[in-house]
């Protein structure tokens, strides 16, 4: 079945530091791709997607391309801010036999230093 | 505001007991699904729902059940909930309709079984 690696943490950044958070992915289809972040005490949101190979998703200055070649889509941020620390999960979408399952990593903590 | 609504936020039963976590959407998505989240595994599909009426079994239903009556509700019902139900859930709606659509979260319910 489809399944989500991504890299355990915590992960503790200072401020303005450079991001990479590492997701794989397996899956027998062409999914779309997903990060979502949990910010302490919420639900989950939408960080950015994309739906095809090369597509990049960006947002809030994160940015992660789906790499059809290596089965990835590693989120990247330039420069951390505190307000970044929370959870961030990597995601798959595959609407074989309809639906919107999603299959999630395990979630990597992110915790930002000043 | 776009949302979807879970209650309670927390809940502490005691084995056994019977209880119904409420879901209610307000954008007429039609599919619906709840997910537990447990440390060191990420989030896992328990029920899903396609529309009204409509319900399938996830990853991981046992013990679990759910309704579709109407469109926006999808409340999750633990018939003689067992400590290893205790958890973090969420529910999720989206769109059927178009490619791999958003999906939102409720802000989680975080119940404990003694």
């Known amino acids: 079945g489809d399944s989500v690696t991504q890299m355990e943490g915590p992960v503790t950044l200072s401020e303005e530091a450079f991001l990479t958070i590492n997701c794989t992915y397996t899956?027998?289809?062409?999914?779309?791709l997903f990060w979502y972040v949990q910010y302490p005490g919420e639900g989950l949101q939408l960080l950015l997607k994309?739906?095809?190979?090369?597509d990049k998703g960006s947002n809030k200055g994160f940015e992660a391309t789906y790499r059809k070649e290596t089965t990835s889509f590693h989120l990247e941020k330039g420069s951390v801010q505190v307000s970044d620390s929370a959870v961030y999960f990597c995601a798959l979408s595959d609407r074989r036999g309809g639906g919107n399952k999603l299959t999630f990593g395990t979630g990597t903590q992110l915790k930002v230093e000043l | 505001e776009a949302q979807v609504t879970q209650n309670p936020r927390y809940l502490i039963t005691v084995t056994g007991k019977k209880l119904t976590v409420t879901c209610s959407q307000n954008m007429n998505h039609e599919y619906m699904s709840w997910y537990r989240q447990d440390p060191g595994l990420g989030l896992r599909q328990i029920y899903y729902s396609m529309n009204v009426e409509v319900t399938d079994k996830g990853d991981v239903p046992e013990g679990y059940k759910v309704s579709r009556k109407e469109k926006r509700n999808f409340p999750l019902i633990l018939e003689s909930p067992s400590p290893n139900q205790t958890s973090l859930y969420f529910c999720?709606?989206?769109?059927?309709?178009?490619?791999?659509?958003?999906?939102?979260f409720g802000q989680g319910t975080r119940l404990t079984v003694v």
């Open positions: 999720a709606s989206s769109l059927l309709q178009g490619v791999n659509t958003e999906a939102f």
């Open positions: 899956a027998t289809g062409y999914p779309s």
């Open positions: 994309a739906t095809k190979a090369d």
